[in-house]
């Protein structure tokens, strides 16, 4: 393994850890939506799915676009780069990765790759390596 290559299970802890994350902001948020809007009072699952795809980009494209991490990768020591420079991703560099996670079995794509990448890593032309 080089010194920058990330374990596959590495990246799935940050998965899960983000996941967690992505949960907790989301009972607060739903909970917080049902004490001061009248749609959000009943269980809706348009609602729902509406919270969960805007929470879940939200947090990845804003702490990937900020700071070149998640949670997850904040306690793995990890963090997204350009897979060419090494250096921070663009904006659109971001997005694209962003929302290439909404890719159906998207996560799955990392078991055939000898590289260690999932989808959204190639679409967008980043990687994740460890924080020196």
């Given at each position: 393994m080089k010194r920058d290559e990330i374990k596959t299970s590495t990246r799935f802890i940050n998965f899960l850890i983000d996941?967690?994350?992505?949960?907790?902001?989301a009972i607060i948020v739903i909970i917080i939506l049902k004490n001061y809007?009248?749609?959000?009072k009943e269980y809706s699952v348009q609602?729902?799915?509406l919270i969960t795809f805007i929470l879940y980009f939200s947090y990845y494209f804003i702490f990937e676009l900020l700071a070149s991490t998640t949670i997850g990768k904040l306690i793995t020591k990890t963090k997204v780069v350009d897979i060419k420079s090494l250096n921070r991703p663009s904006v659109i560099k971001i997005l694209v990765r962003t929302l290439s996670r909404f890719i159906p079995l998207e996560g799955l794509s990392i078991l055939f790759n000898d590289k260690k990448q999932i989808w959204h890593d190639q679409i967008s032309g980043t990687?994740?390596?460890k924080k020196f």
């Open positions: 996941m967690l994350a992505i949960s907790i902001i809007l009248p749609s959000f609602n729902n799915r990687t994740i390596i």
